[in-house]
DNA sequence: GCTACATTATGAACCGTTTCATGGCGCAGG
DNA sequence: CCTGCGCCATGAAACGGTTCATAATGTAGC
């Protein structure tokens, strides 16, 4: 009935004078029932309910040193392809009874700084970032300081540090391939900025695509930069093409939200696609199928990434890094091809 | 260039020492540098990076108590309602620096509670929860040693408990008011259990329609428990559905996930939406205007949600609880009515 | 030169756990 | 009866920060 001081949280100490047992019995309720005599066990556990004492977590780990949770920081919660990478995590780690927490940089470097300290200052087992820079020595940092650190959905640049990576330029050449078989020689790609990986290695790969094929780059490919990654995004970038006056006819977009947000604009516009542009997306979210023109999409293994990368944080800080590489493939539907 | 033993990071003591001052001076340059000499403060700094110093996290709020971090707890982070809903809590979070952990509790009560127990052991100020069940009282428990719950999603039935909802009676209303004036007699519903107040609440809704329209609803409604509230859930149930022979000409889908899982399997199995069957989801996702048939949806304020739950959470703890509830409407589309 | 006061730096107390060396106790074996 | 051992419970140290009363130093005013 009494409770202690009004805005106090119940300590282990209030407990143990409540239970007339010594913090350390208390503590070893907690931690080892065994050791304890049911009797005593029994008095203990009153107590704890009486006082509704939960344990300070904080306290704990101080003395501990060690949690079984692990951070995931991925550039855009909305973004159904992170999700189902979150998935994949959440679906590994469950089977190590450890916890996952996740948090959104939307694209923002200080953002995914700050949470990178925070779940490091909290003593997480580790971190899986997808990062929104090129430049990832702060990553490193962070593993030099003892916490794992596994890049998703982005190869490392770094031997130290694992990564479970899709190949990314293969995906670029993947959709400019199709694009230029079936019979585009002026493409626009609406990307995301440089600085993201992802991007960069995409662009790549579809210039590299265009090269082969004998095309000019600078000719054969607009590139766009979205001024966010999702269907908005997508909206903006082909309204300003459209004004523009010289459209392409074909679109590719970074990924299947921006593409979302082109074909809506596109059916609004009453553009025809495929027949006046064609698009293509990326990531092969599960609703591209379903789409009123369905998504030609680069698809990725999201919930396998998802699961080798836990696979790799849960190694522990002292396995060596692994960098795993999967292979994009292209899943050819309505929205490029006739015959799709 | 001397780094603290082995795999010890460095702590304060460290510092202070590499610098040639006392603890206290160093937690100054840390937390109010101000009141620390400019030479002073550079020392430290210097021993800071020299032994690349974090701060320990627990240690830091063990002695300061309190945290600017708020949790969320979704049933499925793989559903774009959450993610949208969860996008508004940053946005509003953002404007206080407070910062945000998602955690999916994949309808599953002990994998709430597991992670309550985390965000409430580590003391955040606050946690935002879809409760998985209709049982509440550990929430309230949770409330009551001082940790600020609000309710995402569901109205909360405890006066001292804060929610952000939405009318789900009236938008199973809306719904099957909808199907019921296009004609249809025959309804499925492919719902979540009931233990989830929203899909309790969502039937309590059809059921009250179709009495007042004067239907039986033992005979014009039968309710199908999706084994996972996603698109497997919905094509499997609907699978079942088609194979039980006796087909409904409506399907009310608890989401627009089990909503894209049916019209997956419906186009497969080359049954006209809507002339054959009628479709109708709810939440109104991003995706669900530009499907191959458009799907009618009863559409919920994600954005508001998210952001009207973080007002009332940064409230703090002492604020009056309110009970905000906002009205879903119903968007037509093609899925339901030729008109759409 | 002395006092009053402002500015900086100090170091010990404290937060709430876990851990571990220590001690009390009962019991079996000799 | 004594020894040795196993079983429980104890209480203090330790974890790594923050905070606060206090000390040291410098400066201004008289």
Excluded: W
Excluded at 73 to 88: E, K, M, S, W
Excluded at 152 to 161: A, E, T
Excluded at 258 to 268: M, Y
Excluded at 287 to 292: G, M, P, Q, T
């Amino acid at each position: 009935m009494t409770q202690p001081a009004a805005h106090r949280r119940a300590s282990i100490a209030d407990v143990a004078r409540a239970a007339g047992v010594s913090v350390g019995t208390v503590s070893n309720v907690l931690n080892r029932p065994e050791r304890v005599l049911p009797g005593t066990r029994e008095r203990v556990e009153a107590a704890i309910d009486e006082l509704s004492f939960v344990r300070n977590g904080s306290a704990r780990q101080l003395r501990a040193g060690t949690i079984t949770t692990v951070g995931a920081i991925v550039l855009d919660i909305a973004n159904p392809f992170f999700t189902d990478v979150a998935r994949g995590i959440e679906e590994r780690l469950d089977r190590d009874d450890f916890t996952l927490m996740v948090a959104s940089s939307d694209d923002k470097p200080d953002r995914e700084q700050r949470y990178l300290r925070l779940f490091e200052e909290h003593g997480v087992q580790g971190v899986m970032v997808v990062p929104a820079t090129d430049d990832i020595e702060h990553l490193l940092a962070v593993r030099r300081r003892g916490t794992g650190v596994v890049l998703l959905d982005r190869p490392s640049s770094d031997p130290s540090i694992s990564s479970v990576a899709v190949d990314d330029v293969r995906g670029g050449e993947l959709a400019a391939r199709h694009l230029l078989d079936e019979g585009h020689t002026r493409i626009a790609f609406l990307n995301g900025p440089h600085t993201i990986r992802q991007c960069a290695d995409r662009y790549e790969g579809v210039v590299k695509e265009l090269v082969a094929a004998g095309l000019d780059p600078a000719t054969a490919l607009v590139e766009i930069t979205v001024s966010s990654l999702n269907a908005e995004g997508g909206e903006a970038a082909i309204r300003g093409l459209l004004e523009s006056g010289d459209r392409p006819t074909a679109v590719f977009c970074v990924n299947d939200l921006v593409a979302l947000g082109v074909l809506r604009t596109l059916r609004t516009e009453n553009i025809a696609v495929p027949a006046d542009v064609a698009v293509v997306g990326y990531d092969d979210v599960a609703f591209a199928a379903e789409l009123s023109t369905p998504l030609t999409s680069v698809r990725q293994p999201t919930h396998e990434i998802g699961v080798r990368a836990a696979d790799l944080l849960l190694d522990g800080p002292d396995a060596a890094a692994e960098h795993v590489m999967f292979q994009p493939t292209l899943v050819v539907r309505g929205s490029s091809s006739a015959v799709g």
